[in-house]
């Protein structure tokens, strides 16, 4: 693939920061970012809570996998995509095929610590989300691995550090032109207004 007219696209456990690290990432880049929860929300006019419940998850995969597909096919794009996006044989391999794959790493603890109040995620609607989120990991880890060409450690940075940590990983990786990254890497940027939507 060459690089310059392909994309980039976050993986990782609900709660990694995928939206949020992209959507600081393309601003940094000047690339356009997109969710792949997000469009699908607004191509059927619903939120994915409400998809689950009323027709279920495997309609919903049908959904993202036709929406993924789409979307690595844009350029100078950061694509933020759903926590269990990987499970697809069809999604991992239009990922590594079209994008450069960053996974945004975080353990089921540090997930829980910062999820534990959110009513918004389906498949952690359970009695004991904790055990829910290292079950999934388990299931999902190696195939984040398998996916990407990089491994972020999420960890307790903030934002700004995570973005700074990736944009160094890409221009030591010779993917994206260093001019684009001096300006940001080395510094601390502005702090991040809040954060919000399901990563």
Not at 113 to 136: C, F, G, N, Y
Not at 179 to 192: D, W
Request: positive net charge; aromatic residues 6%.
């Amino acid at each position: 693939m060459s690089f310059e007219t392909g994309a980039l696209a976050l993986v990782g456990m609900p709660g990694s920061g995928k939206s949020t690290v992209g959507r600081h990432l393309a601003r940094q880049l000047g690339w356009r970012f997109v969710d792949s929860d997000h469009e699908i929300e607004i191509a059927v006019g619903s939120p994915v809570r409400v998809l689950f419940e009323q027709r279920g998850e495997a309609f919903f995969r049908e959904l993202e996998q036709a929406t993924i597909a789409a979307l690595c096919q844009l350029p100078h794009t950061v694509l933020a995509t759903g926590g269990g996006a990987v499970l697809s044989e069809a999604n991992r391999q239009a990922l590594k095929a079209h994008c450069q794959v960053i996974y945004l790493r975080s353990t089921p603890d540090e997930l829980f610590r910062r999820l534990r109040h959110d009513s918004h995620r389906p498949l952690l609607q359970v009695r004991d989300p904790l055990r829910r989120l290292r079950e999934l990991y388990r299931e999902r880890d190696p195939l984040y691995r398998e996916t990407s060409q990089f491994i972020i450690e999420t960890g307790r940075p903030s934002v700004p550090t995570l973005v700074n940590m990736v944009l160094m990983q890409l221009e030591l990786a010779g993917v994206v032109d260093p001019m684009q990254v001096p300006a940001t890497v080395g510094r601390v940027l502005p702090p991040v207004a809040g954060s919000s939507g399901r990563d």
